[in-house]
């Protein structure tokens, strides 16, 4: 299953040369990992209550196509095999039918005290 989760580029997100700044297509992909999150029903709020929060652990990233102010674009949000510690996402950065950005990110949740914590269960029975 593929999440999708629209975005427009406003000005704010953009360089001095009108493209969009590279960092800001993080924010792009972390804003719709945390709407995946919350349609599967996971209340990251809750979650932290109960003292686990998840983290980035790694990130690769391919910078394609520049986009550019008012661009709609679309994220695709589309979980890969993982470990019952480790979830790994691939989230690619549409305009249309063109690719701008691909990342793969892996994901793990771990305690407020930092150590390494297994998935919540949710999220698990969800992999492929």
């Keep these: 299953m593929t999440h999708r989760f629209p975005i427009r580029v406003y000005y704010e997100d953009t360089d001095l040369a009108g493209i969009v700044y590279y960092a800001n297509y993080l924010k792009f992909i972390e804003r719709a ?18 003292g686990l929060v998840f983290a980035v652990r790694r990130v690769e990233a391919d910078y394609l196509v520049p986009a550019k102010y008012d661009d709609e674009l679309v994220v695709h949000t589309t979980m890969q095999p993982g470990s019952g510690a480790r979830l790994v996402v691939k989230q690619d950065v549409m305009r249309g039918d063109t690719l701008l950005f691909s990342a793969l990110v892996t994901i793990i949740s771990m305690t407020l005290d930092g150590a390494v914590s297994r998935l919540p269960a949710v999220i698990r029975r969800s992999m492929p």
């Excluded at 996971?42 to 109960?50: R, S």
């Design 33 to 50: 990992r945390s709407e995946w999150v919350r349609e599967l029903g996971i209340d990251q709020v809750q979650m932290k209550a109960d």
